[in-house]
Protein backbone atom coordinates (compact mmCIF):
# COMPACT_ATOMS: atom_id res chain seq x y z
CA UNK A 1 0.00 0.00 0.00
CA UNK A 2 1.24 3.33 -0.82
CA UNK A 3 1.03 5.36 2.25
CA UNK A 4 4.01 8.08 1.60
CA UNK A 5 5.29 10.02 -1.32
CA UNK A 6 8.41 11.82 -2.99
CA UNK A 7 7.22 14.86 -5.00
CA UNK A 8 9.92 16.94 -6.08
CA UNK A 9 10.20 19.69 -8.05
CA UNK A 10 8.89 18.50 -11.85
CA UNK A 11 8.36 19.75 -15.33
CA UNK A 12 4.85 18.95 -15.28
CA UNK A 13 4.88 21.13 -18.38
CA UNK A 14 7.17 19.44 -20.60
CA UNK A 15 5.31 15.99 -18.96
CA UNK A 16 1.92 17.39 -20.04
CA UNK A 17 2.44 19.40 -23.14
CA UNK A 18 -0.82 21.94 -22.98
CA UNK A 19 -1.56 21.40 -18.94
CA UNK A 20 -2.60 24.58 -17.73
CA UNK A 21 -0.97 25.15 -14.07
CA UNK A 22 -3.56 26.78 -12.50
CA UNK A 23 -1.72 26.40 -9.05
CA UNK A 24 2.33 25.14 -8.17
CA UNK A 25 3.05 21.95 -7.98
CA UNK A 26 3.00 21.50 -4.07
CA UNK A 27 6.16 19.51 -3.14
CA UNK A 28 7.59 17.31 -0.17
CA UNK A 29 10.17 14.74 0.35
CA UNK A 30 7.77 12.44 2.35
CA UNK A 31 4.16 13.16 1.80
CA UNK A 32 1.86 11.33 4.11
CA UNK A 33 -2.07 10.65 3.66
CA UNK A 34 -4.13 13.36 5.28
CA UNK A 35 -2.26 15.95 3.77
CA UNK A 36 -2.64 18.38 0.24
CA UNK A 37 -1.30 17.71 -2.72
CA UNK A 38 -1.11 18.47 -6.35
CA UNK A 39 -3.47 16.35 -8.64
CA UNK A 40 -4.20 17.09 -12.19
CA UNK A 41 -7.55 16.54 -13.45
CA UNK A 42 -10.07 17.76 -16.49
CA UNK A 43 -12.18 20.71 -16.73
CA UNK A 44 -13.46 22.25 -19.88
CA UNK A 45 -11.64 19.57 -21.62
CA UNK A 46 -8.25 20.98 -20.66
CA UNK A 47 -5.85 19.28 -18.51
CA UNK A 48 -5.34 21.75 -14.97
CA UNK A 49 -3.67 21.59 -11.76
CA UNK A 50 -5.50 21.96 -8.62
CA UNK A 51 -4.56 21.11 -4.75
CA UNK A 52 -6.19 18.07 -3.34
CA UNK A 53 -6.86 16.43 0.16
CA UNK A 54 -5.48 13.11 0.01
CA UNK A 55 -8.06 11.22 1.73
CA UNK A 56 -10.95 10.51 -0.27
CA UNK A 57 -13.89 12.07 1.75
CA UNK A 58 -17.38 11.70 0.59
CA UNK A 59 -20.15 14.24 1.44
CA UNK A 60 -21.53 11.96 4.25
CA UNK A 61 -18.30 11.19 5.92
CA UNK A 62 -17.98 12.59 9.63
CA UNK A 63 -15.07 10.74 10.68
CA UNK A 64 -11.59 12.63 8.76
CA UNK A 65 -9.61 9.72 10.03
CA UNK A 66 -12.04 6.88 8.11
CA UNK A 67 -11.15 8.59 4.36
CA UNK A 68 -9.76 6.14 2.55
CA UNK A 69 -6.48 7.56 1.09
CA UNK A 70 -6.16 4.61 -1.44
CA UNK A 71 -8.90 2.30 -3.35
CA UNK A 72 -8.27 -1.38 -5.03
CA UNK A 73 -8.70 -1.46 -8.65
CA UNK A 74 -10.45 -4.49 -8.30
CA UNK A 75 -12.31 -2.91 -5.99
CA UNK A 76 -13.56 0.59 -7.69
CA UNK A 77 -17.46 -0.90 -8.51
CA UNK A 78 -18.23 -2.66 -5.13
CA UNK A 79 -18.30 0.65 -3.02
CA UNK A 80 -20.76 3.32 -4.17
CA UNK A 81 -18.13 6.08 -3.33
CA UNK A 82 -15.18 4.72 -5.64
CA UNK A 83 -17.71 3.63 -8.17
CA UNK A 84 -19.28 7.31 -8.50
CA UNK A 85 -15.53 8.50 -8.76
CA UNK A 86 -14.00 6.12 -10.91
CA UNK A 87 -16.95 6.71 -13.53
CA UNK A 88 -16.92 10.53 -13.46
CA UNK A 89 -14.10 12.20 -11.50
CA UNK A 90 -10.18 10.25 -12.87
CA UNK A 91 -7.84 12.54 -11.78
CA UNK A 92 -3.51 11.92 -11.76
CA UNK A 93 -0.96 12.91 -9.22
CA UNK A 94 2.76 13.29 -10.46
CA UNK A 95 5.36 12.70 -8.39
CA UNK A 96 9.15 11.32 -8.06
CA UNK A 97 8.87 8.19 -6.01
CA UNK A 98 6.75 5.87 -3.77
CA UNK A 99 8.20 4.56 -0.88
CA UNK A 100 7.99 1.31 0.73
CA UNK A 101 9.12 -0.91 3.22
CA UNK A 102 10.63 -4.24 3.61
CA UNK A 103 10.63 -6.63 6.40
CA UNK A 104 13.85 -7.33 8.30
CA UNK A 105 14.77 -9.15 11.27
CA UNK A 106 14.29 -5.88 13.62
CA UNK A 107 13.25 -3.28 11.45
CA UNK A 108 11.27 -2.63 8.57
CA UNK A 109 13.72 -0.97 5.57
CA UNK A 110 12.31 1.60 3.30
CA UNK A 111 12.73 1.92 -0.30
CA UNK A 112 11.88 4.75 -2.86
CA UNK A 113 10.40 3.27 -5.51
CA UNK A 114 11.42 5.45 -8.85
CA UNK A 115 11.68 5.10 -12.38
CA UNK A 116 14.99 3.59 -13.50
CA UNK A 117 15.27 6.63 -15.44
CA UNK A 118 14.35 8.78 -12.40
CA UNK A 119 11.52 10.51 -14.44
CA UNK A 120 8.25 11.30 -12.66
CA UNK A 121 5.68 9.19 -12.55
CA UNK A 122 1.86 9.84 -13.01
CA UNK A 123 -0.04 8.15 -10.75
CA UNK A 124 -4.02 7.25 -10.98
CA UNK A 125 -6.30 9.03 -8.81
CA UNK A 126 -9.66 9.80 -8.28
CA UNK A 127 -11.63 12.56 -7.22
CA UNK A 128 -14.69 13.99 -5.19
CA UNK A 129 -15.73 17.39 -3.99
CA UNK A 130 -15.06 17.49 0.05
CA UNK A 131 -17.40 17.80 2.97
CA UNK A 132 -16.52 21.13 3.71
CA UNK A 133 -17.54 20.90 7.47
CA UNK A 134 -14.51 18.46 7.97
CA UNK A 135 -12.05 20.59 6.56
CA UNK A 136 -11.67 23.81 4.53
CA UNK A 137 -10.31 22.72 1.32
CA UNK A 138 -12.60 21.52 -1.56
CA UNK A 139 -11.79 18.61 -3.02
CA UNK A 140 -10.22 15.42 -2.04
CA UNK A 141 -8.61 11.77 -3.71
CA UNK A 142 -7.30 8.78 -3.24
CA UNK A 143 -4.94 6.23 -5.57
CA UNK A 144 -6.00 3.67 -7.11
CA UNK A 145 -3.81 0.80 -6.56
CA UNK A 146 -3.00 -2.47 -8.15
CA UNK A 147 -0.68 -5.65 -7.35
CA UNK A 148 2.78 -5.37 -7.31
CA UNK A 149 4.84 -6.94 -10.58
CA UNK A 150 7.13 -9.85 -9.51
CA UNK A 151 10.35 -7.68 -9.21
CA UNK A 152 8.89 -5.32 -6.90
CA UNK A 153 6.70 -8.27 -4.56
CA UNK A 154 9.13 -8.08 -1.80
CA UNK A 155 8.38 -4.67 -1.03
CA UNK A 156 5.02 -4.95 -0.77
CA UNK A 157 2.07 -6.10 -2.41
CA UNK A 158 0.44 -3.16 -3.88
CA UNK A 159 1.27 -0.03 -5.35
CA UNK A 160 -0.73 3.19 -7.16
CA UNK A 161 -1.08 2.41 -10.53
CA UNK A 162 1.03 4.12 -13.46
CA UNK A 163 -0.28 5.73 -16.11
CA UNK A 164 1.87 6.47 -19.15
CA UNK A 165 1.96 10.20 -20.48
CA UNK A 166 0.20 9.15 -23.80
CA UNK A 167 -2.52 7.59 -21.78
CA UNK A 168 -2.96 10.84 -19.36
CA UNK A 169 -5.83 12.32 -21.24
CA UNK A 170 -7.91 9.07 -22.05
CA UNK A 171 -7.59 8.20 -18.32
CA UNK A 172 -9.15 11.92 -17.12
CA UNK A 173 -11.46 12.08 -19.75
CA UNK A 174 -14.68 11.32 -17.96
CA UNK A 175 -16.35 10.34 -21.74
CA UNK A 176 -13.89 7.00 -21.45
CA UNK A 177 -15.88 4.02 -20.88
CA UNK A 178 -15.38 2.73 -17.70
CA UNK A 179 -13.71 -0.66 -18.96
CA UNK A 180 -11.31 1.13 -21.07
CA UNK A 181 -9.98 3.40 -18.28
CA UNK A 182 -10.10 0.07 -16.38
CA UNK A 183 -7.80 -1.39 -18.92
CA UNK A 184 -5.29 1.26 -18.00
CA UNK A 185 -4.96 -0.04 -14.24
CA UNK A 186 -2.29 -3.12 -14.64
CA UNK A 187 1.24 -3.70 -12.72
CA UNK A 188 4.13 -1.69 -14.01
CA UNK A 189 6.23 -3.36 -16.36
CA UNK A 190 9.48 -5.15 -14.53
CA UNK A 191 11.97 -3.22 -16.56
CA UNK A 192 10.65 0.78 -15.21
CA UNK A 193 10.85 0.70 -12.01
CA UNK A 194 13.66 0.55 -9.84
CA UNK A 195 13.87 0.57 -5.62
CA UNK A 196 16.97 2.06 -3.31
CA UNK A 197 17.39 2.03 0.19
CA UNK A 198 17.16 5.08 1.84
CA UNK A 199 17.04 6.75 5.27
CA UNK A 200 14.79 5.05 8.69
CA UNK A 201 14.04 8.81 8.79
CA UNK A 202 11.32 8.49 6.70
CA UNK A 203 9.55 6.51 9.25
CA UNK A 204 8.46 9.44 10.79
CA UNK A 205 6.56 12.12 8.30
CA UNK A 206 7.16 14.85 10.49
CA UNK A 207 10.58 14.72 8.79
CA UNK A 208 10.28 16.20 5.47
CA UNK A 209 14.53 17.43 4.92
CA UNK A 210 15.47 16.30 1.46
CA UNK A 211 17.52 13.73 3.37
CA UNK A 212 14.57 11.39 3.09
CA UNK A 213 14.61 10.45 -0.33
CA UNK A 214 18.57 10.34 -0.46
CA UNK A 215 19.60 7.09 -1.48
CA UNK A 216 21.92 5.13 1.08
CA UNK A 217 22.43 2.01 -1.11
CA UNK A 218 22.44 1.14 -5.15
CA UNK A 219 19.04 1.12 -6.96
CA UNK A 220 17.78 -2.24 -7.55
CA UNK A 221 16.77 -2.98 -10.97
CA UNK A 222 15.21 -6.09 -12.59
CA UNK A 223 17.48 -6.89 -15.43
CA UNK A 224 20.43 -6.86 -13.03
CA UNK A 225 18.22 -9.52 -10.60
CA UNK A 226 18.02 -11.34 -13.70
CA UNK A 227 22.04 -11.81 -14.45
Partial sequence: MA?????????????????????????????APRRTLTHIRLEADRTCTRP????????WLSVLDH???????????????FREAFGARRCLVPVGGIYLWKMQPRFKQPFLVTRVDRAPLLLAGIWCRYHTT???HTDSMALVTVSTNDFLAPLGDRLPALIAADDAQRWLDPGTPTEAARALLRPAPRELLGAFPVSRRVNDPNN????CAHPTGPMLRWNEQET
Fill in 208 to 211: QDPA
Fill in 67 to 81: APHCARAESLDARPM
Fill in 52 to 59: VFWGLTPA
Fill in 3 to 31: GRLYIPQLDLARLLPGLRQETPLLTGANV
Fill in 134 to 136: LTE
